[in-house]
């Protein structure tokens, strides 16, 4: 009996640690059991679960550094301490944090008496074993498969005739490919293994197919799918199956990328750790051998894993890390002591963050103790945080934010929650408690009083009123004058997009504004007239001159100050162009998780705006929980052809991906382009030449007397970049030196490729300068 054939008949196997893949009930359900001292045992609802009600759902790290459930659920953490086998650490509430080498068991307030009885019955110290069956298989009955509209009427209104809840399989006979939208999962097949997941409008390999799944199917086939999974398709019926053979296939396929992005990185000139990548490739071949010759079959699939963990930090290692670029997060705080904040920020640090997006007023409250709200009778300081021990920062966590940032390397911009001062569930927003008057009303609203949002069932501010801007623009001055915050993070800044009945700009102040300068009360405008859509382009006017009188107000004492938007797909990215003169830079959301649906989102938005204008792409990797190498080649996807990526958001990120992450494309330092544009052109010059001296002539990627010209060349150009003294000129001078060598052939064509783009970057960091921040050479 071979080795593979030992492991594949073994009656069972434990999944354990950040290996463990995203599960549904449906996965695991009687299968998967934990097993206390005693030989009681329960069977697991499900793994990184948030519906935890009447079932027992294991939480790993791959999921979060928390759990995010309900206070009123019930958790046991267990900590690791070999093979199969946790001892309990301690039981607790709910949103309990996972151990980095552990898992927690969780159940909700409404449970069984049998799983509360197990869960109430461990004791701290007791060990407990996790038990499954080798193999898992999931099947599914298609819709369709190479739909047509005739064929699947359901889908025919669709990208590639997928319709709402449908899975379809896509072969060869349907094309190239799947030529879906980005809202649904998909997975690669290739000689009956799945060899890619994620993404829209996949590929569809001449030795596979692709199955593609939306809304309820997307969550079949995310849940069930891993890298090597077997897949096969007989009369429509879609069957998953998951064992031994899969992982070890997904440990051969991880050696086989690293391998790949070592000689990528060799022959692109890239300078990366090589001996840090070869280590762990060589230790993962060697994990990959003791497994084959280990007859214990649980042993020997733990021995496969971390031959998979080591490939994949290979794979991190050969990647660049470049040394000019924003690397931000969203974060919304949660920490009510400074222990809780430096926490946070030593794990920003090791992913390798170097700005922090922090939200600065939700639900209508700043995060810091406000003069401003006081002159206005309002709460001075959001309830979550006026009771918080900050150190010498007393209650002011925005002050600990931005001290503890500071000493990591990384700074603060200030996200806000913009003229959404509310949820419904939360009651009315304080603001319209002080000024009912102040509230926007919906065309619906008839009562006279605040209302949230028909649709969100968010509050908003009026922001057509004067009185209401004035608020908002004292706000936001106070947090740049009392804080060393490096911008202004703007979201929330139009009201809702609705039709007709829905509209905004029907609060009493607001009709007596547009009465005076139209002599027409818009109560009275009828749909689709040309005076409604005269009302509508007032409104939008009012948003616009909000945003620039902001402009006017961050810019007053800090040519440097960001201003920065966030737009989502739809009306507010294509109302972004109004504000081209106001904004610095631009965030476009890219929800897609593939390097075509999140590049289209960049480019798309980049038509938008002028030259000179800062790109980041905003990326939702953390928040979809997504797996760690898919986080690292989401960020490589969203960097390309910008200056940087934003992350949503730090609350849902996991240990795998910040390990991850700081192995990888942030490895190294860099500087920020949007908040240091010319340091950012001299960490790169810099970077360029030694790399010169240390990488592309040893390696003869360029002739030695024409490389040491260039690095003499590029030299004094660090120093004026430093001092404020370069010019257009010189950057233009690199680029006709780099041609003239490729030229006479003396330069590698794809070294010159690499660096032209640095001046490109460079020349539209200068650019942006002079543009945004008003720079002139001296």
């Known amino acids: 009996m071979s080795k593979r054939t030992m492991i594949s008949s073994a009656l069972s196997l434990t999944l354990i640690g950040s290996l463990l893949p995203l599960q549904s009930e449906a996965a695991t359900k009687d299968v998967l059991k934990v097993v206390d001292a005693s030989g009681d045992e329960m069977a697991i609802g499900g793994i990184n679960k948030l ?7 294991i939480f790993n790290d791959q999921f979060s550094y928390y759990t995010e459930t309900n206070p009123a659920s019930t958790e046991v953490v267990l900590e690791k301490v070999g093979i199969n086998t946790y001892t309990v650490v301690e039981k607790r509430s709910g949103n309990s944090p996972i151990p980095e080498n552990g898992l927690v068991l969780s159940t909700g307030k409404d449970t069984t008496a049998e799983i509360k009885s197990f869960l109430q019955q461990l004791e701290a110290g007791e060990r407990i074993f996790l038990d499954e069956p080798v193999q898992k298989q999931e099947a599914k009955q298609a819709n369709a498969v190479d739909p047509t509209r005739q064929t699947n009427p359901d889908g025919a209104p669709f990208d590639g005739f997928r319709g709402p809840d449908q899975l379809i399989v896509y072969t060869p006979a349907f094309g190239e490919t799947t030529k879906t939208n980005v809202y649904g999962y998909e997975i690669t097949v290739e000689n009956g293994y799945v060899t890619k997941l994620g993404g829209g409008n996949s590929a569809i390999p001449k030795n596979g197919f692709v199955v593609s799944g939306h809304g309820v199917n997307s969550s079949f086939l995310s849940a069930n799918s891993i890298i090597g999974a077997k897949v096969d398709v007989t009369n429509g019926v879609v069957t998953i199956t998951q064992d031994v053979d ?32 070869e280590e762990a490739l060589g230790s993962a071949r060697a994990l990959l051998e003791q497994a084959n010759a280990e007859t214990d079959p649980v042993v020997a699939l733990d021995t496969v894993r971390q031959a998979t963990q080591h490939a994949y930090d290979a794979y991190y290692y050969s990647i660049d890390s470049g ?36 939200e600065t007023t939700f639900w209508g409250y700043p995060i810091y103790p406000s003069a401003v709200q006081d002159k206005y009778g309002l709460p001075t300081q959001h309830p979550n945080f006026k009771n918080g021990d900050f150190g010498e920062h007393g209650t002011d ?11 990591r ?11 959404m001062v509310g949820e419904a569930s939360l009651g009315v927003p304080s603001q319209f408690k002080n000024y009912p008057e102040w509230a926007a009303v919906q065309r619906t609203n008839t009562t006279g009083q605040p209302a949230p949002d028909t649709s969100s069932r968010y509050y908003w501010l009026d922001i057509m009123q004067p009185a209401v801007q004035d608020y908002m623009l004292e706000l936001y001055e106070e947090m740049e004058e009392k804080y060393d915050i490096k911008g202004l993070n703007i979201d929330y800044m139009r009201l809702p997009h609705h039709g007709f009945d829905k509209a905004y700009g029907f609060s009493e102040p607001t009709r007596a504004l547009y009465k005076d300068v139209s002599g027409i009360d818009p109560i009275d405008l009828k749909a689709g007239s040309a005076e409604w859509d005269t009302f509508q382009a007032w409104v939008r006017e009012r948003e616009n001159e909000f945003v620039e009188k902001l402009h006017d107000v961050s810019k007053k004492n800090d040519a440097k100050f960001m201003l920065t938007a966030t737009p989502e797909p739809g009306a507010e990215e294509v109302y972004i162009s109004d504000w081209k003169d106001d904004i610095d830079a631009v965030i476009p959301q890219a929800y897609g998780h593939d390097f075509n649906s999140i590049q289209k989102t960049v480019q798309a938005s980049k038509k938008l705006m002028p030259e000179g204008t800062m790109y980041y792409t905003g990326i939702y990797s953390f928040y979809h929980h997504l797996n760690e190498g898919a986080a690292v080649d989401d960020v490589l996807s969203a960097k390309y052809g910008t200056s940087g990526v934003n992350m949503f958001a730090f609350g849902q990120a996991s240990a795998p991906s910040v390990d991850a992450l700081g192995k990888g494309p942030w490895r ?13 052109i001299e960490a790169l010059l810099k970077d360029t030449r030694q790399e010169m001296n240390s990488l592309y002539i040893p390696k003869k990627g360029i002739d030695k007397q024409a490389g040491r010209a260039l690095a003499k060349e590029i030299q004094p150009l660090e120093r004026k970049a430093r001092h404020g003294s370069l010019t257009t000129d010189d950057l233009n001078r690199i680029k006709e030196t780099i041609t003239e060598m490729a030229s006479r052939d003396d330069i590698d064509p794809t070294l010159e490729e690499r660096l032209l783009t640095r001046v490109s970057d460079m020349q539209q960091w200068h650019q942006y300068a002079i543009d945004r921040q008003g720079f002139s050479a001296k």
């Open 323 to 358: 040394v000019a670029e924003q690397r931000a997060v969203w974060h919304r705080p949660k920490e009510s002591t400074l222990a809780g904040v430096e926490t946070v920020l030593d794990r920003m640090e090791r992913a390798g963050f170097n700005a922090v997006y922090l």
């Open 409 to 419: 390397g990384m700074t603060v911009h200030a996200w806000t929650d913009g003229f």
């Open 397 to 407: 966590i925005l002050a600990a934010y931005i001290a503890e940032a500071k000493e």
């Open 246 to 277: 899969s992982y070890a296939f997904q440990s051969g396929k991880a050696m086989e990328k690293a391998e790949q992005s070592i000689a990528k990185a060799k022959a692109e000139w890239v300078d990366v750790p090589f001996d840090l990548a």
């Open 668 to 680: 190294d330092a860099a500087v920020n382009p949007g908040e240091e544009p010319l340091l950012a």
């Open 51 to 57: 519906a935890n009600q009447n079932q027992l759902i």
